[in-house]
Structure formats: C-alpha cells, structure tokens
C-alpha cells in the first residue's frame, strides 16, 4: 500500500521484494507463508535460499499461472477479468464488487463486498490491480517444486474462485513429501440435519 503504481510488478522483482524484507528483518532461519500468487514468490525463496527456509506453508497456491496451466475458456475469462479490473477496481459498484469478491469470499455478506471494494482502493490503483493480475498469469515454478527442500503444507479452500482447488493439489503433488489440505468452506447452517 505504500507505493500505488509499480511499473516493474514482475516475478523476479517480488522475489527481490522479499529477499529484501527478509534481510531488513535480520531473520536467519524462518517459516515462510505463501498466499495465492505469494505462493510460487514463497517456492522460488526455499529454493534459492533452503538454509533459511525451516517450513514452508502455501495457501490458495499455485505453480503456475493460468496462461501456462489453464484451459482457452480460462484463459479468455482471466484476460476478461483484467479488463474488469480496469473499468471498476474501487469505484464501488455493486456489480463490480459481486463478481470481484465473490471470487475470495464466495457467500459474502453486502458488509463484506464494501470492505473488500474499500481495500481494492486503498491497496492499488485500477492499472496495477490488473497489471498485478496478467503477470500472475504468467507465473511458472513448476521446475522448481522437486528442488524444495523444506517441510510443506499446502492448503486450499474448496471453493476458492481465485485459484481452482486442482491448482493446489497440483502443486502439493509436485512437492517431495508435501502435505496438502484441502479446507471446506464455512458449513452451511441448512447443511447440519
């Protein structure tokens, strides 16, 4: 949130990004949380730093980008997303903000969508929130996952509409020796019987 409009969002830029955190905090050895996109910038770290990293812990993963692992109708809905993002990233549009959030939170409350449409537009601006979203399409570290050294979990939410639940079973499945879980989401009250 500190700088709205980056013009260098690429893979290697926010591995340096996190390399330069990691050095700034003094940590030597260290559990690393990767969330979403965050994840394969968390893959990339253990692999070039493995004395450092003691777990590594993935939610709402992935190894790769939906340009690499998607199918053309995924591909076509991701590039139509972007767009989105570009006309109505945190003007508060009711429509906008149904089909945004119902990607992260899928039974959210009419609270919930104005909080999240508040913090698109205090996060970043409507160029970058879609710049940020078609260089995550581009993400692959898939060569990467048998070169991970430390102990992983991998969780996923069921019914996540970000990242396909099969995106992160892919990844526990390319990890030696991950763990995967895969989380449901909250229980329906009319779901108990």
Known sequence: MSQRDVDHGSFDAWG??????????????FPLLGISRGGSIAIAYAVKHPERVTHLVLHGAFAAGVNHAGTPEEIEAH???ASLLR???GLNNPAFC???TSRF???????HEQWFDELQRVSTSPENAARLLERGAEIDVRPLLPQVKAPTL?????RDGAVPPERGR???AGIPGA?????????????RG
């Open 16 to 29: 340096y990004d996190l390399e330069t955190v990691v050095e700034a905090a003094g940590l030597d050895r």
């Open 79 to 81: 590039g139509a997303l």
């Open 87 to 89: 006309l109505g990233w």
């Open 98 to 100: 149904k089909t945004f």
């Open 105 to 111: 939170i899928p039974e959210a409350t009419p609270e």
């Open 154 to 158: 991998v969780l996923h939410c069921d």
């Open 170 to 172: 892919a990844l526990a």
């Open 179 to 191: 763990r995967a879980r895969l989380a449901a989401e909250r229980e329906s009250p009319h779901a």
